[in-house]
Nanobody
Framework: VQLQASGGGSVQPGGSLRLSCAAS????????MGWYRRAPGKQRELVAT???????FYAEFAEGRFTISRATASNTIDLQMNVLKPEDTAVYYC?????????WGQGTLVTVSS
């Protein structure tokens, strides 16, 4: 499975960004897609995931500010990020997971700074 992420960039605190990720190749049902991030000097952490049945899970820091959505027909997920904070600055990685098989996107940089 190949993942193509887009939508990163720079924004001021309180602003919004939308990330998108499209999966292509051998995409089968009963999978989960989502976003992880790695901030400078920190370990990679879960942001949000969504199954192909549209069941979503959010990290605590993302609850209420981020919304993950999925267009199953096109194997595309979006992450709407609102009320961004400087601590949201990170490289965001798209993930596809099905059972024990994972594919990762190339990462897209999100910078939140005034």
């Amino acid at each position: 499975v190949q993942l193509q992420a887009s939508g990163g960039g720079s924004v001021q605190p309180g602003g919004s960004l939308r990330l998108s990720c499209a999966a292509s190749g051998s995409v089968f049902s009963l999978n989960t897609m989502g976003w992880y991030r790695r901030a400078p000097g920190k370990q990679r952490e879960l942001v949000a995931t969504v199954t192909d049945g549209s069941k979503a899970f959010y990290a605590e820091f993302a609850e209420g500010r981020f919304t993950i959505s999925r267009a199953t027909a096109s194997n595309t997920i979006d992450l709407q990020m609102n009320v961004l904070k400087p601590e949201d600055t990170a490289v965001y990685y798209c993930l596809y997971r099905r059972y024990n098989v994972e594919s990762w996107g190339q990462g897209t940089l999100v910078t939140v700074s005034s």
